[in-house]
Structure formats: C-alpha cells, structure tokens
C-alpha cells in the first residue's frame, strides 16, 4: 500500500487542522493504521492508531481529547482531526499502515509509511 498525507500547515495555538491520508490500492481495509510524528530534533513518536473496521482506536496521552483518528474505507481514507493546537504538537506528522488488523502503538510494527505533512503551531 502506498500513503500520501496532506492536510498540515501553519496555525496558531488554540485552532484545528484536519490531516488526510490518502491510500492506494484496494486492500485499505487490510490494514490497521496509525499516525506518528517527528518534533525537530525528536524522535519519532505515536500519535494515534485504528484498528482495520475503525472500532478499536488508540491515543498518546498527551492528544487524547483533542484529537480523534478516523477512517473511510470506501474512499481509501484515514483522518487526524486535531484541535486545541499546542505550539508542542508542532512536528512533522506520517501516516503508517500495519499488518496488525487490531492497530499497534508500536512504530515497528508499521511497514508503510507515507511521506509526512508539517504542522507547524504558532504561539
């Protein structure tokens, strides 16, 4: 499978961005998937997870209710909404896909990547 993320951008603390993810291929609903992100300087971190039907969703804690993991299978789709944007989630922000229907925390366990998207949170 083959990702493509959008959707980022610049914002000031406080708004919402909405990331896409757009995957290729007609086995989407094969995968569970999940969103990471790389602060300058960081390593990469778990943001949030679903699993392949969208019924089992995971969240870091430092997202959890403000941002919510979603997806469309008939479109191919995966979705971050984030808001209450903190200058912290500034980062650069890759959609995965794992084998692991249940969807994974574990960033090993993704072995498809998309490109990122930068989000950048102004204060």
């Known amino acids: 499978v083959q990702l493509q993320a959008s959707g980022g951008g610049l914002v000031q603390a406080g708004g919402s961005l909405r990331l896409s993810c757009a995957a290729s291929?007609?086995?989407?609903?094969?995968?569970?998937m999940g969103w990471f992100r790389q602060a300058p300087g960081k390593e990469r971190t778990f943001v949030a997870a679903?699993?392949?039907?969208?019924?089992?969703?995971y969240y870091a804690d430092s997202v959890k209710g403000r941002f919510t993991i979603s997806r469309d299978n008939a479109k191919n789709m995966l979705y971050l909404q984030m808001n209450s944007l903190m200058p912290e989630d500034t980062a650069v922000y890759y959609c995965a896909a794992t084998r692991v229907l249940g969807g994974t925390t574990i960033a090993d366990s993704y072995g498809y990547w998309g490109q990122g998207t930068l989000v950048t949170v102004s204060s």
């Open positions: 679903i699993n392949w039907r969208g019924g089992n969703i």
């Open positions: 291929g007609r086995t989407f609903s094969s995968y569970g």
